[in-house]
């Protein structure tokens, strides 16, 4: 079975500084897709950020890029130049892919972001 | 992106009555449409993958007869909370699939009075 970890609850940044968020997984897998999902205060989640794991090129959304260590089996997202509209929670999944994918996700326990003026 | 809707958002019912919540997706076709319930500051929490055409998939510890869904067409899932209780209040949110990524609805409250 899957597993997602996301060790840090809460974290707060200043306005314009670098953030990076903690994701761990667990799997037997080799074929599979991570992704970061905002919810901001609204609580509609919003795709952030996804990655292939066979492509060993990290993800980048402008603002918002990935650090993929496969066998780490590490995927942390960095914020740049953060900004109040990023205040929300953050949630690292995990999907299998292929065969007998049925397009679940596996969630962590996510991250609140406070970002402060 | 997919757009995917939902509706209401928000909804207050009396207990013993039933809710229906429906969801959208708006400019895609989905086979397959995800329920999930959400308390807050918490994770969220996997009820159902809902197919078109075929009976839905409900996760362990969840009560078939009382969290009806139904995927009638591929764009369109609907959850029904039968004889709803204070304890069914919640926040609902369904996602539909598209080239293996899940895209959300902005979600439903329902508070059961």
């Known amino acids: 079975a899957q597993t997602v970890t996301q060790s840090q609850p809460e974290m707060s940044v200043q306005e314009a500084e670098t953030v990076t968020l903690s994701c761990t997984y667990d799997t037997s897998e080799s074929n599979y897709y991570l992704f970061w999902y905002k919810q901001p205060p609204s609580r509609q989640m919003i795709l952030v950020i996804r990655q292939e794991a066979y492509k060993q090129q990290n993800a980048t959304e402008n603002r918002f890029s990935v650090n993929f260590q496969k066998a780490a089996k590490s995927f942390s997202l960095k914020i740049s130049d953060s900004q109040l509209g990023d205040t929300a929670m953050y949630f690292c999944a995990f999907m299998k892919k292929y065969s007998g994918n049925t397009g679940k996700l596996i969630f962590g326990q996510g991250t609140t972001l406070q970002v402060k003026p | 992106g997919a757009v995917v809707s939902q509706h209401p958002s928000w909804v207050i019912c009396k207990s013993g009555t039933s809710v229906k919540i429906e969801c959208r997706s708006l400019?895609?076709?989905?086979?397959?449409m995800f329920w999930y319930r959400q308390f807050p500051k918490q994770s969220l929490m996997l009820m159902a993958t809902?197919?078109?055409?075929?009976?839905?998939?409900?996760e362990q510890g969840v009560e078939k007869d009382k969290f009806l869904i139904n995927h009638a067409s591929l764009t369109l899932s609907t959850l029904t909370v039968t004889s709803a209780h204070p304890e069914d209040s919640s926040f609902y949110i369904c996602?539909?699939?598209?080239?293996?990524?899940?895209?959300f609805g902005p979600g439903t409250r329902l508070l059961v009075l």
């Open positions: 996602s539909a699939l598209e080239w293996e990524t899940q895209y």
């Open positions: 400019d895609f076709q989905a086979t397959t």
């Open positions: 809902s197919n078109e055409g075929s009976k839905a998939t409900y």
